[in-house]
């Protein structure tokens, strides 16, 4: 599987992400020739445990996330970050939860946007928009190269890129920037051979990094 | 999405003489040789505080694989079509599936050590068909250990078939007009009957549902 950076739009303070900055991110990937392609989609739902007693909610995870991903539509990730697990099952784990009645979800996030070729790499742009309520809370880039899947031999040529790709953005004086979050994948078992897992972890280390963000925001 | 269910119906095949005979007769309906299995099942119950309702879920083990390969499988009750099929669900799952269930505040409640064999043919639905023995496990694990058997000479058969909302009534016949076939040697095998009295097919089946998966097996501590 080809080495992925996933990145997300960390707004400078006081200010937040709106359609309009997702619209000059699109731009400024057709202007160093990005060619577009076609369009992509992620789901991040949360789960909650439903309890008889709510004063032994601390005992149970708060961080639980199920994720599937558009490369394996058949296949869905369960993230535990607090705790560094990743669980990669079929999607039937989805009604096998449902029939459970011991966990429900809550939020449900989709990623969603075009991708665009350039070159060795397959960039994709995605906002991040609750399914609930339709409003903009996020936007996400997935940076993708091919030729790799050793997430060590790629890392000086995606850094470069993610300079490239953060000099051209930077001409736009959007108030904000990309932010790479890069997790110890050791700490999940996952090995330097790139797969969804990994993906699925970045994910879900964005998605902490998002809350906490908006909630500096709300404060 | 097209969600995807097993059909199982658990038949009691009595003492360990027959199996012989079940294994000729399967191989003459199957056409096609039989697999060896070896599954470690751990049962899991959900913690006291968990769910509105307790719930179970089973994680398997398939021990004849190289690697250990993972599956999460759960069980629903009785089926509105005929109180003889169940529906369930099973997902393969990547190595860490059991610690996360024991995250998420499952217990386990006890483990199983199924040996036997596997027929996979299709005969209007993809069919399984298992005759296997159960042993409870007496330590932690310990997989390799002498268990105690859970129906001591008494093998389970199982029959098993994936389907989706779409063809569910289909494949619950094919699944049943199967079994038909294998209803002379449950009789031939059922204990303490001479082979003069012939029950019927219906109540041979149901006083065998009676005992049949592991509800009648369960044990609260490990």
Known sequence: MPIKWVLHWQPNAGHTVNSQILAEVSQCVESINGVKEGKWKATLSFYRPLLKDQSNAAEFPRDFLGISLPEQPNKYY????????????????????????????????????????????????GKVVSIQS??????????????????????KIMGEFFDIWQEALSKRQLPGHFVHMEPNFGEYGLSGQYTLQHTAVQYATLMLQMIATAQSVRN | KEKCYKLSLDLKQSTNGHVEALEILLLGLCGVPKENLRVHELCLKSGPNLGSEASEIRILCDLMQPEPAWTVRHVGGADQISVLVRTMVESK??????????????????ELLRVGFAFHFQRGAQITVTVSSYSRLLKLHATD??????????QMVEVTAPASAEN???????????????????HLSKPGVSTGVVPTAAAAAASLMSFSGSTNIRHSEV
Not at chain 2, 93 to 110: I, N, P, T
Request: net charge negative; aromatic share 12%.
């Open chain 1, 78 to 125: 369960f993230v535990l970050r607090g705790h560094r697990l990743v669980v990669e099952a079929d999607s039937t784990i989805q009604t096998i939860m449902e029939k459970l009645q011991s966990y429900k979800t809550r939020v449900a996030l989709n990623f969603e946007g075009f991708q665009y070729q350039l070159g060795d790499f397959q960039l994709r742009v």
């Open chain 1, 134 to 155: 339709e409003s903009l809370r996020g936007i996400v880039m997935e940076m993708e190269y091919k030729p790799s899947s050793s997430w060590e031999k790629s890392h």
């Open chain 2, 168 to 186: 569910y009534t289909e494949v619950a016949a094919a699944v049943s007009s199967f079994c038909e076939y294998l209803a002379p040697l449950l």
């Open chain 2, 145 to 154: 250990d002498d268990n105690v058997p859970v129906t001591p000479g008494i």
């Open chain 2, 93 to 110: 799952a990547s190595k860490h599936v059991l610690r996360l269930f024991y995250l998420l505040g499952y217990k386990l409640d006890h």
